[in-house]
């Protein structure tokens, strides 16, 4: 296995208001960042690929090789993909396309240089009179993210309780692709450090607020 250097990384957060996805944007199935095939699919213009989740997202497929098209409901609405519990059809192969949404453009956070991402699961006592062991239950799973970049400008404080996409790459020498953890976050504080001797950095603290995906490429 090789070990990635740590320099590849970066940070890409969403900024500024939902745009509308173009009528009939194509969809692309996402195997190759290690779904099951024919069950995953993003937008396939990866600038688009991050769902408005306040604005319902209208998606269809067509099995005859694009010549009619018919609404599916997807089972899952992930950040930025669909997900079906069904492979879709082989032969003809589906196809699929959002026909009305709203994306959220992302950008590079400019001024990264650290980032910790911290899952945890709620872990529950549910020991019973009688028994001689605790016995637990997993619950709902979460976790925080923490940023770290040089202070640029107050782009981040002002945004302080504003719900994001927060996409942590360890690779990003081949973005928009590359290995990465997508999640929505609440950014809830951030600490502006200012030393005489040293460049002034903040750090950001965010809530995750969603199953967090991991993308292989």
């Known amino acids: 296995m090789t070990a990635f250097a740590g ?6 957060v969403t900024a500024g208001v939902p745009v509308a996805i173009p009528a009939t944007d194509p969809m692309t199935d996402l195997t190759a960042s290690g779904f099951a095939a024919r069950t995953t699919y993003g937008i396939t ?3 688009r690929r991050y769902f408005d989740p306040n604005t319902a997202l209208v998606v269809q ?3 005859d090789s694009g ?3 018919n609404t599916v409901v997807p089972d ?3 950040v930025g993909y669909v997900q079906f519990i069904v492979p879709r059809q082989l032969a003809p192969l589906a196809q699929l396309r959002v026909l009305s949404g709203n994306y959220l453009p992302y950008s590079r956070m400019g001024g ?9 699961m709620d872990i529950f006592d549910v020991t019973e009179f009688g028994m001689t062991s605790h016995k637990h239950i997993a619950s709902l799973a979460g976790g925080t993210i923490a940023l770290k970049r040089w202070w640029l400008d107050d ?3 002002s945004v302080i309780g504003n719900k994001m996409v927060v996409v942590l790459y360890t690779d990003a020498s081949a973005q928009p692709v590359g290995s990465r953890y997508e ?3 609440i950014l809830k504080a951030d600490a502006i450090k200012v030393a005489v001797s040293a460049a002034v950095d903040e750090a950001l603290n965010l809530d995750i607020q969603s199953d967090v995906a991991y993308l292989a490429a």
């Open 183 to 185: 999640a929505f976050a």
């Open 112 to 120: 990264g240089f650290e980032w910790t991402f911290s899952p945890v």
């Open 76 to 78: 899952v609405v992930a």
């Open 61 to 63: 497929q067509s099995l």
């Open 67 to 69: 010549a009619t098209w």
């Open 7 to 12: 320099r590849k990384s970066d940070i890409y």
């Open 155 to 157: 782009s981040m404080r």
């Open 45 to 47: 213009a990866a600038a």
